[in-house]
């Protein structure tokens, strides 16, 4: 069995394609398959006795990839996929203009740094829209 993250399913980032292969290599680690990697893809084999395990194996698999794509994106992740730079990010978040879905934090010596997460979904459909990208360019350029 071969898995490889699709771009539908990474939206085109290199981040989250590695995110996807190590939810699937644990699933299958946890399971006690043994996995290796070929390229880009986590590769296992099943044993003839292992097959009733199969399907089991398989929903598995669909559910936790479908939970992949419902979490919410890391502010890097959001400017790989947009290509889009990190101060646009942060202007854009605070005008609204991105959509958020929430906030994470970490700690950074006593200072917490707090960032805004954003909806795979939303981000997946202005991905498609380049234009919307340009013209949010073009709005702070020409205020």
Known sequence: MTF???AE???GSRRRAIEARQHVAGLLRRRRFKTSTQGEAICTTIAPHAIDELSDLLAAVDAALDAFRQE???PRVVEEVLGITS???RRW???GRLPQSGSGSFRRGRQSIHFALHPATKIAALARQ???IDACRN???NP
């Open 9 to 11: 399913l990474t939206l």
């Open 139 to 141: 709005e702070d350029e």
């Open 87 to 89: 101060r646009e990010r």
């Open 4 to 6: 490889e993250p699709t």
């Open 72 to 74: 919410r994106l890391h």
């Open 130 to 132: 380049p234009e919307t």
């Open 93 to 95: 978040t605070k005008d």
